[in-house]
């Protein structure tokens, strides 16, 4: 058994021991508080009655929502990591073509971040999650078989355009509508108290899907000669996304804005970004500082990630080439396997490390609604934190193990970062506005990815300077969040 296969064996041990602690922390939980939530008589029902009708009172089911949820991040991962090699090796095309489409990708992201968001607010959460099927199932099709843009009276070179900019419209609509449905139709069946578990399961999902992705895609590859073959396989998995979005899912709309003012007065809440009738949207959000922290923080965060993605590679390679086993390679998609078991160990420590810190904490039984001793500002601190020295150390790596464990350091943080800043965005943002601040929040997102890719070039010999960059802008952001830590 070599190295690399070995750690990715103590991963994924880590993950089964922490699976298995959460279970028993899950079951320990649910029979306190059955004991707690006796009836006091045996003949109490347990149904809650209404004027009209008579209902019996069930826990929320999540299940529709996370068997979509797994069947698009499933279609995304297959295709990721076969997109370049697609572009080079079938398609014949220059390595400076390839790299703007990659541009043209993010930029599309970054235009249509500035209004999707308030479309589905306006037309429908559900409908837009619909439109982003059929939108990433185009685009999958235009990069596979460009000559499809002959229907559309277009060439070869710009079907290629036209997947890239559905892809990057998709991707926009991948990480704002489908979170902002969550969120929505999470409150109206009563769960709001479980969110922050909701996102962990949800990190916990896409790490899940995402090794398995890795290795159906590698086999799909393998068995059809053709790297087109992954694919054809995201758009069967959309396909199947459809239905079940058709068939299992309620519609949600962007709430008026005086309205969902005017309940949050009725609650004794203030609101997250409270509306005027005569504000416009991006004035709210201008004006409101825990939205700009969170603005912040998932530009730099992200953005430094989505780099990370280009330059791990390289980084790897420059300490093997120095090495005594500069004779072999590189597995790939053992190291990525890795990653994502780094990811999925601290989605998994998340949900029982947050859930113990609330159950345990001082004030726990003295509230009604318990804080944890550590919050998840405090925790999102922590991870940017995390994130930045991992940077400063990827930049002049000292050995080949170590860098490794250093990326996975890392991915671990990414993997702890989805749940926090999931949970502190459903929490501030309005329901009114949800997937228009969402959407708008991916524009400086794109932007600094493109930005970055356009100073770095070709790149490949440059991470130590992106790296070191990344580093200083995670501690920039640090500093700024931590002064306006009592905002959030």
């Not at 990630?305 to 004779?327: C, D, G, I, N, Q």
Request: net charge positive; hydrophobic share 40%; with cysteine.
């Amino acid at each position: 058994m070599d190295i690399y296969t070995l750690n990715l064996a103590s991963l994924l041990a880590v993950c089964g021991a922490l699976f298995v602690r959460g279970r028993a922390q899950s079951q320990s939980q649910s029979q306190s508080q059955s004991q707690t939530n006796k009836p006091a008589s045996p003949t109490t029902p347990t149904t809650t009655s209404t004027s009209k009708t008579t209902t019996t009172t069930k826990p929320p089911s999540n299940i529709p929502f996370l068997t979509v949820y797994a069947l698009v991040m499933a279609s995304d991962w297959l295709q990721g990591p076969f997109l370049y090699p697609l572009y080079q090796d079938e398609h014949r095309l220059p390595h400076g073509l390839i790299s703007a489409l990659f541009t043209t990708g993010f930029l599309s992201g970054a235009v249509s971040g500035a209004f999707i968001g308030s479309l589905a607010d306006k037309y429908g959460r559900k409908k837009a999650c619909l439109f982003f099927c059929v939108a990433y199932a185009l685009s999958c099709l235009y990069t596979s078989f460009p000559s499809l843009g002959g229907v559309l009276f277009l060439s070869k070179g710009a079907g290629l355009v036209l997947g890239r900019v559905l892809g990057g419209l998709s991707t926009s609509l991948l990480f704002s509508v489908f979170e902002s449905w969550m969120v929505a139709d999470f409150t109206a069946r009563g769960g709001n108290s479980g969110l922050s578990e909701m996102f962990g399961t949800m990190s916990m999902v896409n790490s899940l899907v995402a090794i398995g992705s890795g290795v159906v895609s590698e086999w799909l590859v393998g068995m059809s000669g053709t790297k087109k073959a992954p694919f054809l396989a995201s758009v069967v998995l959309l396909c199947g996304a459809f239905g079940v979005i058709s068939l299992s899912w309620d519609e949600y709309y962007g709430s008026k804005p005086t309205e969902s003012a005017e309940k949050k007065d009725k609650d004794g809440e203030e609101s997250a970004t409270t509306p005027k009738p005569n504000t416009s949207t991006l004035g709210r959000i201008l004006s409101d500082p825990r939205i700009l922290c969170l603005g912040l923080a998932s530009t730099i965060f992200e953005g430094s990630m989505y780099l990370f993605v280009f330059f791990w590679t390289p980084t790897l390679r420059s300490t093997l080439s120095s090495s005594s086993s500069s004779s072999s390679s590189l597995p790939y998609g053992v190291i990525f396997a890795s990653f994502m078991a780094s990811c999925l160990a601290a989605s998994l420590a998340f949900n029982t490390f947050m859930s113990s810190l609330s159950s345990t904490s001082p004030s726990s039984a003295n509230t009604k609604h318990p804080q944890p001793m550590l919050t998840h500002p405090t925790l999102l601190l922590l991870l940017l934190a995390t994130s930045s020295i991992t940077f400063f150390l990827s930049a002049h790596p000292s050995s080949e193990q170590v860098t490794f464990w250093v990326f996975c350091v890392y991915e671990a943080a990414v993997g702890a970062y989805w749940p926090t800043m999931g949970t502190l965005k459903g929490r501030l943002i309005d329901d009114s506005i949800r997937s228009q601040v969402y959407g708008l929040l991916r524009v400086p997102l794109n932007v600094f990815v493109v930005v970055s890719l356009i100073l770095t070039g070709d790149g490949a010999a440059g991470f130590a300077k992106v790296f070191e960059t990344c580093g200083m802008l995670l501690s920039g952001t640090v500093g700024v969040l931590f002064v306006a830590r009592g905002a959030l």
